[in-house]
């Protein structure tokens, strides 16, 4: 039976915010007149985030040949648009490595899948001459978050959706709009609304599994879209519905994008999992 919009809303207030030190490094980065001193006096009161950052800038997927030891130097290596993107992962991974039921992923899946998304985002603006990756690096890792909140409900019709998936051959989105009304991306729009995070980031998390229909961010909302397939072929923390949602042509179509661009994606994703710390 299909879930009232209010509930869906009230469980979205029942989860903790966003961590204030996140928002502030969002606002700044996005601010031209920011120093880069404002930005690590913000990132240095969090301890927690200070550290997760640190470990990520010194993960062999930034690929920098010496350690990164402070923020400051973070900072100004990876330039702004990266520190957001680090800033980010390291304040959702504990929502990301919280055990999601519904979904059946292992633990600690779904925060892998999103890394990899994340990861595959930015490759994917980076073969395609696209001046995005770290937004997308972002929404990649945020694309999925409407599972935490609709998890709980599709625990609770779990089996009879995988039944019909075989019976009506409708795509896993599909099926959760039919049964529960709304489908993860739609509801991972409201999170990301109700976190206040920019409108970008908002609709390509909402578009995810239908970019083209994405008002002002198609573009992105494909990337991400493609992205995710592309981090669900890996088999890497996905849960049930990881292979019924195919990459939709309209997305390859709109990027222009070659097969061969997508195995060169396939193979950076492949490399960089060769890095233990990857997902720490
Ligand atoms: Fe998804
Ligand atoms: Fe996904």
Sequence with gaps: MPVKLEHILKRIQALPPLPTSAMRVIALTKNPQTSARELEHVIGQDPALAAGMLRQANSAYYGYA?????????????????????????????????????????????????????????????????????VAFTAGLLHDIGKLVISIYVQEVGSYLLEKVTDAKLSYVELE????????????????KGWNLPNDLVESISYHHAPTSSQNHAELASVIHVANGLASLLGIGGGVDSFLNPIKQEALDLLSIKESNLELIISDLGEFLLDPTIFS
């Design 66 to 134: 010496r350690r990164i030891s402070s923020l400051q130097e973070a900072i100004v290596v990876l330039g702004f648009q990266a520190t957001q993107g680090l800033a980010m992962a390291s304040a959702v991974a504990p929502f990301l490595k919280t055990q999601i039921v519904g979904y059946e992923i292992e633990h600690d899946g779904l925060w892998k899948h999103s890394m990899l998304t994340a990861m595959a985002a930015k490759s994917l603006c980076r073969k395609l001459k696209l001046p995005y990756g770290d």
């Design 177 to 192: 709009e039919k049964v529960i009304g709304f489908n993860h991306a739609t509801v991972g729009g409201f999170l990301a």
